[in-house]
């Protein structure tokens, strides 16, 4: 075999490789959701379209599978953040994000509770802090708008979210998570209490 052709399979085989990850992360958020992190991993390799081993060979354990799924999908909700940023109302902004949160919470409770220890450089911890800092960048700038209210904070919000998500987990229809978050919008931009 050419050098050429060793370098075009080794190639080959780099994106065989990557789309394999794909597919099996896109799976795994499927069958994740729809079992919990529980759910058999024969099931998310089938849904693939790969065999068990192609499984581990990209993902060692239940944990570092988890991880590559909670991490992607954070990663999409604090780019959304990123995007709402530049959004002409600062109010709707944060409103519109609240609800994504609301949605990504919903869906992967399960998954985040699994890798949530309390450690530094923990999957769950680092993923928890990077939705902060996300909501805290839109609290902050509709608040400097003064579009929400001055003594809220991105915990409060992000607990008070986490709270609705956790109460509605087993209501199929979201018609109440957002009745909720309505509520919690409504007064997240109300004036704050005079303090006795």
């Not at 001055?150 to 109460?167: C, F, K, R, V």
């Amino acid at each position: 075999m050419t050098t050429g052709h060793r370098h075009a399979a080794q190639a080959s085989r780099r994106t065989d490789a990557r789309l394999n990850r794909e597919r099996l992360v896109a799976a795994a958020q499927e069958v994740f959701t729809e079992a919990g992190p529980g759910a058999s991993l024969n099931e998310i390799a089938r849904r693939a379209g790969v065999g068990p081993g192609t499984l581990y060979r990209h993902f060692a354990s239940r944990q570092i599978l988890l991880t590559a799924v909670l991490t992607d999908r954070v990663q999409d909700l604090c780019e959304q953040a990123e995007k709402l940023h530049t959004s002409d109302s600062a109010d709707n902004a944060l409103a519109q994000w609240l609800g994504a949160f609301l949605a990504h919470a919903r869906a992967n409770q399960g998954i985040g509770s699994a890798l949530m220890v309390n450690e530094p450089g923990a999957p769950g911890l680092d993923c928890h802090r990077q939705i902060l800092d996300a909501a805290d960048g839109l609290l902050t700038r509709a608040q400097r708008h003064g579009t929400a209210r001055a003594d809220l904070s991105a915990g409060d919000l992000i607990q008070l979210i986490t709270g609705i998500a956790l109460s509605t987990a087993r209501n199929e229809d979201a018609e109440q998570a957002h009745r909720l978050l309505a509520l919690v919008l409504d007064a997240a931009r109300g004036a704050p209490r005079p303090s006795k």
